[in-house]
């Protein structure tokens, strides 16, 4: 009886045991199947997805900050140009009837406020002076226009300014003397090209307050004309003046006559000797200065 009860058991537990799947292998898959899940999910993958946009956003950041920044640099090399066509009183410096347009590059005379008496307008590159530069301007004094590039003068330019009484047009291109206000008391024309048909006869004959006349380093052939008694100093150095007569600085039919203004008398660079012309400084109390032997 033993016997058929252990063989019935056998029967009945053996199939059932055959039948239980491993606990094991199904862990371990469902460990790797999760694996795969969790390497592959949305959230992963979004992840990732910012990840890279946020290295390109930094690419893209750094390659503008440093363009911006390149930008900057290129801009502050940038020359400084200089404007000519402000007001004159931004261009220029106005202080107290004085106007200072001092190596500003401009190429002509700036329009000047009413009350101007003072203008100097030095190392520039104006060319040409026209009447109506000054027509509207008759409370200038002085007038500086040395180191232009001035070839030309309006006739009437200065003669209208009644109160001018120094006009300085020295290291220009001037061929010949414009007409000169009658107050004049100092013109400097020193280091043009001016010859001595280029000064009228006339010139300085009603400039009876000229005191300095500067017409140095030019090319003058002669002393020039009928200069006014007021005169102190007269520079003609450095001239191609080859002649003097006894009325040059004297008066030929007077031999009493001095010349008591007189300071100052430049001729050297000349190729003259002043020694042959002796009768033609009688009335000086100085000699000139130049060449006699």
């Known amino acids: 009886m033993k016997t058929l009860q252990a063989t019935f058991l056998l029967f009945v537990f053996v199939p059932l045991m055959k039948s239980a799947p491993p606990i094991q292998q199904e862990s371990l898959r469902s460990y790797e199947h999760d694996t795969d899940v969790a390497m592959g999910s949305p959230i992963q993958q979004d992840y990732e997805m910012q990840s890279e946009d946020i ?9 503008d900050t440093s363009l911006r920044l390149q930008g900057d640099d290129s801009e502050r090399n940038v020359a400084p140009t200089k404007d000519t066509n402000l007001p004159t009183c931004l261009l220029c410096v106005c202080l107290s009837g004085s106007v200072y ?41 002085r007038i500086d226009f040395s180191g232009n590039r001035i070839e030309e003068i309006e006739d009437g330019a200065f003669s209208k300014l009644l109160l001018l009484e120094e006009l300085s047009l020295a290291e220009n291109r001037l061929l010949k003397l414009p007409v000169l206000p009658p107050k004049l008391t100092t013109f400097n024309a020193n280091q043009n090209r001016i010859k001595s048909r280029g000064i009228k006869a006339n010139a300085f ?11 140095g380093h030019n090319a003058l052939e002669s002393v020039p004309l009928n200069l006014p008694e007021s005169l102190r100093i007269l520079h003609l150095q450095y001239n191609n003046i080859t002649t003097i007569t006894d009325d040059t600085f004297c ?18 660079g000349n190729p003259i000797l002043l020694a042959k012309h002796v009768n ?4 000086l109390r100085t000699l000139p200065v130049g060449t006699y032997y």
Not at 206 to 211: F, G, P, V
Not at 251 to 268: A, L
Not at 280 to 283: D, L, R, Y
């Open 55 to 63: 290295r390109k956003e930094g690419t893209n950041v750094s390659l």
């Open 101 to 141: 347009c001092e190596e500003i590059d401009i190429e002509a005379v700036p329009p000047l406020p009413k009350e101007t008496a003072y203008l100097y307008a030095r190392f520039n590159k104006i060319k040409r002076i026209a009447v109506s530069d000054f027509a509207d301007i008759p409370t200038l004094r």
């Open 205 to 215: 004959k009603k400039l009876t307050n000229l005191a300095y006349l500067y017409l």
């Open 251 to 268: 008066k030929s039919n007077n031999t009493r006559y001095i010349r008591t203004q007189m300071d100052e008398i430049r001729m050297e």
């Open 280 to 283: 033609a400084f009688s009335c």
